[in-house]
């Protein structure tokens, strides 16, 4: 555990976990069990030592988290044994519903990855982005959406939902229009959900705005603050975004699960405010 991991664990961990097997209800929005994306501590991951890091994150009331891909995220490699991987979560009493996926192996070998996800227990294979935004044309997003279409059908039929998060291609704008937004005309709804990541406020993206002009169009979301005073991401509960608004929305918009993806300190303390949060 690293000294960070140790503070915080100790600091806030250690009496809320305790407190937490004693008295287990919590407010929590939606109902819904407080997440933590992994991608932030892959350190951890890296150096083998994924229980540090799951129990650390069950010590801060996280419940459920989120992977990445072992084939498709270097750093993830030691988490290749799927059946490994779903007994260590089970133990330090965390769930794993969802997980992050590169392009290139949801590509060249989906196969595989649709089976690392069945072993784990991952029902949502999400990837970050459909491609590069350089160059973009009307055209170009056509045949990306049709070609994650085909990737969708292909997950749906062995019981996954497909996801797709939004990175630089989905920000970019091509003909006046955002990406994003032809992308909504473009997918399959049945096939593709979404993870809304918060931190496009900074863009411009408004969840609760999304949320609400996509019904059911949604899957999860990915969790930071934003302070615009300081023109920075802060913990979630400490900047100016409108919770109650944005969880209130994402019932309309089909969200299921949501996961803080910030480092171990911002992750306690939003994870210490969401337990708070009642919608």
């Not at 350190?43 to 229980?51: C, D, H, N, P, V």
């Not at 799927?82 to 192996?105: K, Q």
């Not at 982005?129 to 969708?152: F, W």
């Not at 109650?244 to 939003?270: C, L, P, S, W």
């Amino acid at each position: 555990m690293s000294d960070v991991s140790r503070r915080v664990f100790l600091a806030c961990g250690a009496g809320a976990w305790l407190a937490g097997r004693a008295a287990p209800a919590h407010a929590n929005p939606l109902g819904l069990p407080i997440g933590s994306q992994t991608y932030p501590h892959r350190a951890l991951i890296k150096e083998g030592r994924f229980a540090d890091l799951l129990r650390t994150l069950a010590g801060i009331d996280v419940q459920t988290i989120e992977l990445c891909s072992p084939f498709g995220y270097g750093e993830f490699a030691p988490l290749s044994d799927a059946r490994e991987v779903r007994t260590m979560i089970a133990d330090h009493g965390l769930t794993c519903v969802s997980g992050h996926f590169s392009m290139r192996e949801l590509r060249q070998t989906q196969d595989q990855a649709v089976a690392w996800a069945s072993g784990v227990g991952i029902a949502q294979m999400i990837t970050a982005s459909l491609g590069s935004a350089n160059g973009l044309t009307v055209d170009g997003v056509k045949r990306a959406a049709e070609e994650y279409n085909r990737i969708a059908e292909r997950a749906a039929a062995a019981g996954i939902q497909q996801g797709l998060h939004n990175e630089g291609f989905e920000m970019s704008t091509v003909d006046g229009q955002r990406t994003y937004d032809l992308l909504f005309q473009l997918l399959d709804p049945k096939l593709v959900k979404f993870q809304f990541q918060m931190s496009t406020i900074t863009r411009g993206f408004d969840a609760a705005e999304y949320f609400t002009k996509h019904p059911g169009r949604f899957c999860s979301m990915h969790l930071q603050d934003w302070n615009p005073d300081a023109q920075a991401l802060v913990a979630v509960g400490d900047g100016r975004i409108d919770w109650k608004q944005v969880f209130g929305a994402a019932k309309i918009g089909g969200v299921k699960n949501y996961f803080i993806e910030q480092n171990m300190e911002m992750t306690g303390r939003g994870a210490a405010y969401l337990k708070t949060l009642t919608v």
